[in-house]
């Protein structure tokens, strides 16, 4: 069966500054990646996702995440974070089998900004 | 366009009573699922739906049930409640074959 890491559950960064989320998974083959982010008291809102081709795939809200096959990750970057990047995400793998398709979500990291 | 649209969005139970909680969704999506969230442990799947008529149990689905009468709606039923089934609850559907979904807004229940 397929599982998610994400190994930070909380991080803190400064407004403006650099962020990457990590995310690993472990899955026979190459799944279908997620990232959702959910702001307090909302629902989630996919960020991304990548099916096949390129690896360096862009979302909304700035963010950006790279496929590398050879970590089994799909870490989540953005060059510089806002005040209202704040919230809970969540990496996802999922994949198409028929009548089988539904995600996996890892446990989530909590990002933090400062002033 | 409302989406994914879950009622109640809030409920306090307490322990043995009965409810349902409904996802309706507006996009024509075959599968619909329902999660819930729990902290430090992400989401997780409680039973989930391919079509109208049909339902299947995902990682979690002790002392819950689910229908799919209708292709655009999808219950989630706890027949008796108990305090572990205290956690906020996401509804989400997608087209059949893609595997990332539209999610609802939550339902938080606390069970007394």
């Known amino acids: 069966a397929q599982s998610v890491t994400q190994p930070d559950i909380h991080i803190t960064v400064s407004e403006g500054a650099s962020l990457e989320l990590r995310c690993n998974y472990s899955y026979g083959a190459t799944p279908y990646l997620f990232w959702y982010v959910q702001s307090p008291g909302q629902g989630l809102q996919l960020l991304l996702k990548y099916f096949s081709g390129d690896t360096l795939v862009q979302g909304i809200k700035g963010f950006e995440a790279e496929f590398k096959r050879s970590q089994s990750s799909f870490n989540l970057r953005k060059p510089s974070v806002h005040w209202s990047d704040a919230a809970e995400y969540f990496c996802?793998?999922?994949?198409?089998?028929?009548?089988?398709?539904?995600?996996?979500f890892g446990t989530g990291t909590r990002l933090t900004i400062i002033p | 366009n409302a989406g994914v649209t879950q009622t109640p969005k809030f409920r306090v139970l307490k322990t043995g009573q009965s409810m349902t909680l409904l996802c309706a969704q507006d996009m024509n999506h075959e599968y619909m699922y329902w999660y819930r969230q729990d902290p430090g442990m992400g989401l997780r799947l409680i039973h989930y739906?391919?079509?109208?008529?049909?339902?299947a149990k995902g990682e979690v689905p002790d002392g819950y049930n689910v229908s799919r009468l209708k292709k655009q709606n999808f219950l989630l039923g706890l027949e008796s409640a108990a305090p572990s089934q205290t956690s906020v609850y996401f509804c989400a559907s997608s087209f059949g074959g893609q595997p990332f979904a539209f999610f609802g807004q939550g339902t938080r229940l606390t069970v007394v």
């Open positions: 996802a793998v999922g994949f198409t089998n028929f009548g089988n398709e539904k995600l996996t």
């Open positions: 739906s391919v079509g109208e008529g049909t339902t």
